[in-house]
């Protein structure tokens, strides 16, 4: 009976483990992943899928009203930005739409729609005077969760969309929320 004991000890541990650990490092998540500056270090994710909507709210440091910037990610992985929102004309904002995109005034807003912009990461910094970054996701912009209770003011991230692994889901923080959609969300 002992001999039957350490012959399954031994397929565990030739067999098993190693698959075990191997199985622990493969990609398996997609995710919104925000990374710390631009290094592989996960600070937080969001599990969403190809094709899903975020959008990123920030409040313009000079004119102090809400910018918001609409995404959606795409089949090859990266990262497409629709539209743009804001209140006023300022510093760093745009005046016109470009070829193929729609400027138009709607309820008191500017929104550059149509926009096609697709990148591989974007880079962003969560406010330090003026901190009030939120980001929202769900087809009907149900989620909203604010930077500072995941992010460093101050500090800086490089969001893909990623697969990860059980190992670097581990190492950063998932972002949830259950709340429900907040009146302060321009649309």
Do not use: C
């Amino acid at each position: 009976m002992q001999k039957k004991y350490i012959k399954v000890f031994w397929i565990f541990s030739i067999i098993i483990i190693p698959i075990s650990i191997v199985l622990f490092f493969i990609p398996f998540q997609k995710a919104l992943v925000f990374y710390v500056e631009d290094t592989d270090q996960v600070k937080a994710y969001l599990p969403i899928q190809a094709g899903d909507p975020f959008q990123i709210i920030f409040t313009h440091s000079i004119h102090l009203k809400d910018v918001v910037e609409k995404y959606r990610l795409t089949e090859n992985g990266e990262i497409e930005q629709y539209e743009i929102v804001y209140e006023e004309y300022g510093i760093g904002m745009p005046s016109n739409a470009e070829e193929g995109e729609n400027f138009v005034f709607e309820n008191g807003k500017y929104h550059i729609k149509n926009m096609n912009k697709v990148f591989p990461s974007i880079n962003i910094r969560n406010g330090r005077i003026v901190s009030e970054h939120r980001l929202v996701w769900g087809l009907n912009e149900e989620h909203i969760v604010n930077f500072n209770d995941y992010f460093t003011p101050g500090a800086w991230y490089t969001v893909k969309y990623d697969t990860l692994s059980l190992w670097n889901i581990l190492k950063g923080v998932k972002i949830d929320d259950e709340s429900t959609r907040s009146d302060s969300i321009i649309n």
